[in-house]
């Protein structure tokens, strides 16, 4: 059985072949003319024009594109290297972001104009490479590589209490054991640091 997707025959004659083809067209948007490109397949036997699943996804993408041109939002490009920049995965962009879990896939693939909040969450992060610190603050999300920043410090905070504790306590077996020398040199804290250290 032949397939007739595979070796791309016509829908209109069934007997030729299609061949992939793209011309530049011009159209307008607010008023303002843009050329685009149009994605489509030609018949070698009738001349048919015709455009598949795939040359209309192409064709829907390249319009997005145009209208993100000229309404200035990001475009796909910039959105994935904005995330790339931050190594951010679409999942945790997402979550940082919102937008629901292949939000960014379709922002990056030029699928989908993000809404007008996303347009301007997008911009400030482009323009201010803090504003991604900051979301992920505010929703209590770990951002790539902080992992590694802040447990060494968690610890180092844990391990200077439990030396304080020590420092305590050696204070008091040292307090009741040279009462009369504490009693009579005052103790430097630092000492006492040095020796439980
Ligand atoms: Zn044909």
């Known amino acids: 059985m032949v397939n007739k997707k595979l070796l791309h025959i016509c829908d209109a004659c069934c007997e030729g072949q299609l061949h992939p083809k793209t011309s530049m067209k011009t159209t307008e948007y607010r008023g303002i003319q843009s050329e685009y490109i ?54 945790l962009a997402a979550k940082i972001f919102g937008g629901g879990p292949v939000a960014f896939s379709k922002y990056e693939n030029d699928d989908l104009i993000p809404d007008e909040s996303m347009v301007s969450l997008l911009k400030l992060a482009i323009s201010c490479p803090d504003t991604i610190q900051s979301l992920a603050q505010i929703k209590m999300i770990t951002l790539p590589g902080q ?17 304080w504790m020590d420092a ?25 640091y040095s020796i439980a250290a």
């Open 147 to 163: 992992e590694l920043i802040i447990k060494p410090k968690m610890n180092k905070a844990k391990k200077t209490n439990e030396l």
């Open 38 to 91: 149009l994605y489509y397949s030609v018949c070698d036997v009738c001349k048919a024009e015709l455009a598949d699943g795939s040359d209309m996804l192409k064709n829907k993408r390249e319009f997005i594109r145009l209208k993100k041109k000229i309404d200035d939002i990001p475009m796909g490009s910039e959105v994935l290297a904005l995330r790339k920049k931050h190594n951010l995965t679409q999942s």
């Open 168 to 192: 305590a306590k050696l204070d008091f077996s040292l307090a009741i054991e040279n009462f009369d020398t504490i009693n009579k040199e005052a103790l430097c804290l630092e000492d006492v």
